[in-house]
């Protein structure tokens, strides 16, 4: 997917996984209204980095393509070619799915 959007400064561009919803012996099908939103997703874009005071470029931690856990509720949500997607701060990220 080409993105025709770049994240300034630490804001990622996140597309969010959807979770499975199994249980044992069978497939449990929720309403949408009853799934809850998902917490892992995508990385599709990064931008360079924030600066600190002197205006040196602190590298982002992140990279396109990780896969990473954020907050419930974290990033703005934005649609893209029919696709849902998060910007966000990397400080809204909790840690990167090795």
């Not at 630490?10 to 959807?18: A, G, H, L, Q």
């Not at 980095?49 to 982002?60: Q, V």
């Amino acid at each position: 997917m080409a993105l025709n959007i770049r994240p300034l400064a630490d804001r990622i561009i996140v597309e969010p996984v959807e979770q499975e919803e199994t249980i044992a012996g069978g497939m449990l099908v929720l309403p949408e209204t009853a799934k809850e939103k998902p917490q892992q997703g995508l990385v599709l874009a990064a931008g360079a980095g924030r600066r600190d005071e002197d205006g040196e470029r602190i590298d982002m931690d992140v990279k396109v393509g990780d896969r990473v856990l954020f907050a419930k509720y974290a990033g703005t949500e934005i649609k893209m070619d029919g696709k849902k997607l998060l910007i966000m701060k990397e400080s809204d990220i909790l840690g990167i799915v090795e």
